[in-house]
Nanobody, 126 residues
Framework: QVQLVESGGGLVQAGGSLRLSCAAS????????MGWFRQTPGKEREFVAV??????????NYADSVKGRFTISRDNAKSTVALQMNSLKPEDTAVYYC?????????????????WGQGTQVTVSS
């Protein structure tokens, strides 16, 4: 069982930055692929970014809507994954979730993730 705890959400003006962090309880954190998703009321959970496990070299990928503005990174020694969000837009407003998986499959599919954090609210004002 892996526990994930997100932090770093808050209220920011458009054009500003926030850094989200996710701390994992996993003893072998490096073997998990880690993802960030977001969700707004009435909508499905949306893929934001992914960083692969150590076996896959830590490759990253992003949703088109955040490419060039968001950066995902991980620190395997500290069992953490971060999402640096720059040039924030009002449409980035959502609850952001950290997720972990061991299984393979489409990384943007939330159903392929085994563990989820409780979420952290990000609100971007115009």
């Amino acid at each position: 069982q892996v526990q994930l705890v997100e932090s770093g959400g808050g209220l920011v003006q458009a054009g500003g930055s926030l850094r989200l962090s996710c701390a994992a309880s996993a003893g072998t954190f490096s073997i998990y692929t880690m993802g960030w998703f977001r969700q707004t009321p009435g909508k499905e959970r949306e893929f934001v970014a992914v960083i692969s496990n150590i076996w896959s070299g830590g490759y990253t990928n992003y949703a088109d809507s955040v490419k060039g503005r968001f950066t995902i990174s991980r620190d395997n020694a500290k069992s953490t994954v971060a999402l640096q969000m720059n040039s924030l837009k009002p449409e980035d407003t959502a609850v952001y979730y950290c997720a972990a998986r061991l299984k393979s499959g489409t990384y943007s599919n939330s159903r392929t993730y085994d563990y989820w954090g409780q979420g952290t609210q990000v609100t971007v004002s115009s």
